[in-house]
């Protein structure tokens, strides 16, 4: 059984860096044919994907968010993490990791997902 478990500030200011960690358990992220997501709600609206790691360690990304998302991974820690650049009080959400065997853009049928943590962009 693979866990998921986000961690990091619930706080963040404007204009600073969001940083997020997944932490995965019962199976490595290595393994093919794993894409490893991050994924948020804001409040009131829908989920929106967010970018994703491959088992081989490629990124992608959702074209709206590219300019300020960085994904990267740890192996040796079997961890991935998520970096928003520059947010403001809309990038305001719980954020989710998740696994799944594609992504992108309105993909929603993930194997495993971690229970997310709440995120507020506040001064």
């Known amino acids: 059984q693979v866990q998921l478990q986000e961690s990091g500030p619930g706080l963040v200011k404007p204009s600073q860096t969001l940083s997020l960690t997944c932490s995965v358990s019962?199976?490595?992220?290595?393994?093919?044919?794993?894409?490893w997501s991050w994924i948020r709600q804001p409040p009131g609206k829908g989920q929106e994907w967010m970018g994703a790691?491959?088992?081989?360690?490629?990124?992608y990304y959702n074209p709206s968010l590219k300019s300020r998302t960085s994904i990267s991974r740890d192996t040796s820690k079997n961890q991935f993490t998520l970096q928003l650049n520059s947010v403001t009080p809309e990038d305001t959400a719980v954020y989710y990791c998740?696994?799944?065997?594609?992504?992108?853009?309105?993909?929603?049928?993930?194997?495993?997902r971690g229970q997310g943590t709440q995120v507020t962009v506040s001064s």
């Open positions: 998740a696994r799944g065997r594609s992504y992108g853009v309105g993909f929603s049928n993930f194997v495993d």
């Open positions: 019962g199976g490595s992220i290595r393994t093919i044919p794993y894409y």
């Open positions: 790691i491959s088992w081989s360690g490629s990124t």
